[in-house]
């Protein structure tokens, strides 16, 4: 009777397993996952610096995903900062003097530190009477570190991310007056020139000290529109007629401004409802075309669907 030889390198299977490992037949497991543990403080710090970590890095994403996620720019918002600009213009000094305008400046600048000091107050405070405790706790307790550590984060959230918006608004809005201001002087100075040449010219002119500043004062006088527009109605002589001016200007002020919040906020609400019925709630609609070739290899050609928008008659 023959005897059955078998040859394993002839084996399919040891032909499969030579490509494992770089040909070597032998699975290599990395050990750059593996870390080694130390010493027991050292473990206890990173367990404290982890949980640390993971709050104050869950709170920071979450906040500013939060504020940025929330700015829209809308026909209702413009609308709003027209009548605020406008509102501005009608009630600003437009002789204003350049020292005042950096008294302003100053005072919103200085303003800015209580926004600051609420912000820093309340950190410290949910970061050394909550998350550093609840840090300490995960070095002996983990389940019960997770349950503290998501109620202070949730209350320091909450907290935390109303300070941080005013910090926002706050500097941006120090910001837009710092812009404005300085436009507004040069523009000003560029046409008037300012009050030192204003001086000069009048000295050089043989004008006295006295006489200067009368025309300085009378230079800097109080410039409201809406002050002027007041004056202009109360100098009518006619009862009827300065009734009448009077409550037109008013009325005719709150009626604009009424019927523009609902001119637009009808505006979004439709080009709203325009996008929703666009977009399906699984997202844009798209046509997937798979032809085969010759090579039964599959070729995938995705395209947007096309939407003809036909406008109601």
């Known amino acids: 009777m023959a005897a059955l030889k078998i040859l394993t390198s002839a084996l399919k299977s040891r032909a ?25 403080s050292t473990d206890q710090v990173n367990s404290i610096w982890s949980s640390l970590n993971r709050f104050l890095g869950g709170f920071l994403s979450n906040a500013l995903g939060s504020l940025f996620s929330g700015i829209s720019i809308t026909l209702n918002a413009i609308w709003r900062g027209v009548i605020q600009a406008f509102q501005f213009a009608w009630n600003f000094n437009w002789n204003i003097t350049d020292q005042e305008l950096d008294k302003n400046l100053v005072s919103k600048f200085n303003s800015l530190g209580s926004n600051f000091g609420n912000f820093a107050g309340n950190s410290m405070g949910y970061l050394l009477c909550g998350a550093l405790p609840g840090a300490l706790i995960a070095t002996f307790n983990q389940p019960l570190a997770s349950i503290i550590l998501e109620e202070v984060g949730a209350e320091a959230y909450e907290q935390l991310i109303g300070d941080f918006s005013g910090i926002l608004k706050s500097s941006a809005n120090y910001l837009g007056a710092v812009a404005l201001t300085n436009l507004f002087k040069n523009i000003r100075n560029l046409i008037r020139g300012t009050e030192v040449e204003f001086r000069r010219k009048l000295l050089f002119n043989g004008a006295k000290i006295e006489d200067i500043e009368k025309a300085v004062a009378k230079r800097n006088k109080p410039f409201v529109i809406a002050e002027k527009v007041e004056e202009k109605i109360a100098s009518i002589d006619n009862e009827f007629l300065r009734n009448f001016a009077s409550s037109f200007l008013e009325s005719l002020g709150e009626s604009c401004v009424e019927a523009g919040f609902v001119v637009t906020g009808r505006m979004d609400e439709y080009f709203a409802k325009q996008r929703e019925s666009r977009d399906p709630l699984f997202g844009a609609e798209k046509t997937i075309e798979v032809t085969f070739d010759d090579n039964d290899q599959p070729k995938i050609t995705v395209q947007s669907k096309v939407v003809d928008f036909v406008p109601n008659e």
Do not use: H, M, P, Q
């Not at 499969?16 to 027991?40: D, E, P, Q, W």
């Open 16 to 40: 499969v397993r030579k490509l494992v490992g770089n040909g070597t037949g032998k699975r290599v497991f990395s050990g750059t996952a593996i870390k080694k543990s130390g010493s027991a």
